[in-house]
């Protein structure tokens, strides 16, 4: 099995996710055996993040954003669906969105955003992802599944950045992945405590879950999509000026190596 990760600016708006889905198609015709993690919308993390301490701080604005937030999830589902799949993934974005309006709204009440309650209110990022993803390759006669890493990515209670308890996620993966058929479409970056609250891994964290299977299955590889074209001398929001490695479709003029006999 190879696992591929894409993350949220590869999945930015349909468009990109339609372009996900013809990386995926002909790997999955070939006979190819994958699973897929999925980071949340391009943006969509930072957003949730601000809803929570703009309603901690007692600011009513984070409504407007959390609109949005459900707007955009709805538009890029009708986008991506026909009727028949939209009238399966529009119910469970609702009650998502429901629930987080009232998660938001109770934060603005208490004026508290605890490291707990923050995960929570970060999952809904991954968990609509997938969720539209996987619904959108099983439109294109695709058997994808969606899977939520919080049934089997177990930590400890480390809310923000949980570390992963090996044994009993190692354990869950292997049942999960022995008994599937199905293209599992993984919710990147959550996870939850033995006792079933929801943690997070760290922002950023979709390359972890992404590379948690790769340990207790017969994984050939783990492969971390972006949509940054080539590979890059540094980490581009600490180094503006980070620049592109030479890839054997870039080439670039070799320098001689210095010991190289000189041609006269
Ligand atoms: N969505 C999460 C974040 O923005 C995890 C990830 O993208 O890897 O940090
Ligand atoms: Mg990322």
Redesign the pocket.
């Known amino acids: 099995m190879k696992v591929l990760k894409f993350?949220?600016s590869s999945l930015a708006t349909p468009e990109r996710i339609r372009a996900v889905m013809d990386i995926l198609r002909p790997r999955l015709e070939a006979g190819e055996r994958l699973a897929v993690v999925v980071?949340?919308f391009g943006g969509?993390?930072?957003s949730l993040v601000q809803m929570g301490r703009l309603a901690e701080a007692g600011d009513r604005s984070y409504e407007q954003i959390a609109h949005s937030f459900s707007q955009r999830h709805l538009d890029t589902a009708r986008e991506l669906l026909d009727e028949t799949h939209l009238d399966i993934v529009r119910p469970q974005l609702e009650k998502n969105h429901d629930i987080l309006r009232n998660l938001l709204y109770g934060v603005f009440l208490v004026r508290e955003a605890s490291p707990r309650t923050m995960d929570y209110i970060?999952s809904f990022?991954?968990r609509n992802s997938a969720f539209i993803i996987a619904h959108a390759l099983q439109q294109l006669g695709i058997p994808a599944a969606y899977l939520d890493a919080r049934s089997c990515i177990k930590t400890d209670a480390s809310f923000g950045a949980a570390m992963v308890n090996a044994g009993t996620t190692y354990a869950n993966l292997r049942d999960v992945f022995s008994q599937c058929v199905d293209l599992q479409i993984v919710t990147?970056?959550i996870a939850s405590t033995q006792r079933g609250l929801t943690t997070?891994?760290?922002?950023?964290?979709?390359?972890?879950?992404a590379a948690l299977p790769g340990a207790p299955l017969d994984t050939e590889a783990i492969e971390i999509r972006t949509a940054v074209a080539g590979v890059l001398t540094a980490n581009p929001h600490s180094l503006p000026n980070a620049s592109t490695t030479p890839t054997p479709t870039q080439p670039t003029r070799q320098e001689p190596h210095p010991f190289a006999p000189k041609v006269t």
């Open positions: 993350g949220g980071s949340a969509v993390t930072d970060l990022g991954e990147g970056f997070t891994l760290g922002r950023g964290g979709s390359d972890y879950t």
